[in-house]
């Protein structure tokens, strides 16, 4: 039961180079998401997925893309990262159905921008 | 705008009792989630309450009162591996998780 697992789990990057994030779910569940967590901030919802080829904006989508081909896979990609994108992000899943259901949460990935 | 509130840290000592509150702002309500993550981890869930209590789950409770916009996590016979953050989120007319910035917890001997 491998869950839900993000790569890679530490970059570093520098400015202006396109970085992907990669999360993988083996649950079938409906939804995804992509947070990222900064101190003193709570999490907050760049990206999420209802569905495959289902994507909306959270409440920080600018200066990422996301992409749902496949029910299990949802990749964000920075395409031109800046130093304000340095942080931790966390894919999280959840069935669908009751509202009671809670989201479940990758390890994240540790992202620095030189 | 909306607004989820919690203390930023707390201290508390092994073996005894903590309170954990969350007070929120936001348009709508459909359930509150406690999570605790432990330093350099992920989220992991520990309890939903949509009507208003207490819910009890072993050494853990928490209470809802939808009017006051309030709620708070329990912890019973605390133990070093307690020592964690503790995040207060809720699910709001959008069905969309709004998330308290966290209350770290550290537990003395």
């Known amino acids: 039961d491998a869950g839900i697992t993000q790569s890679p789990r530490y970059k570093i990057t520098e400015t202006g180079r396109q970085v992907t994030l990669m999360c993988h779910q083996t649950w079938s569940h409906s939804y995804m998401f992509w947070y990222r967590q900064d101190l003193g901030h709570g999490l907050r919802l760049i990206y999420y997925?209802?569905?495959?080829?289902?994507?909306d904006k959270g409440e920080v989508p600018d200066g990422y893309v996301v992409s749902r081909s496949k029910t299990e896979n949802f990749p964000l990609t920075l395409e031109s990262a800046t130093r304000s994108q340095t942080s931790v992000y966390f894919c999280?899943?959840?069935?669908?159905?009751?509202?009671?259901?809670?989201?479940?949460f990758g390890d994240g990935t540790r992202l620095s921008i030189l | 705008g909306q607004n989820i509130d919690q203390p930023t840290e707390m201290t508390a000592t092994e073996g005894a009792i903590v309170q954990i509150n969350c007070t929120y702002q936001?348009?709508?309500?459909?359930?509150l989630f406690w999570y605790q993550q432990h330093a350099g981890e992920a989220p992991t869930f520990l309890s939903y309450?949509?009507l208003d209590g207490l819910e009890e789950k072993g050494r853990f409770s928490s209470f809802l009162s939808r009017s006051k916009g309030y709620s708070y996590l329990l912890l019973k016979e605390l133990q070093m591996k307690d020592s964690a953050s503790y995040l207060c989120?809720?699910?709001?007319?959008?069905?969309?998780?709004?998330w308290g910035a966290g209350t770290k917890l550290i537990i003395k001997p």
């Open positions: 997925s209802a569905a495959a080829d289902i994507t």
């Open positions: 989120a809720v699910r709001d007319s959008n069905y969309q998780l709004i």
């Open positions: 999280a899943s959840r069935n669908e159905g009751d509202s009671n259901q809670p989201q479940h």
């Open positions: 936001t348009s709508g309500f459909n359930g």
């Open positions: 309450n949509v």
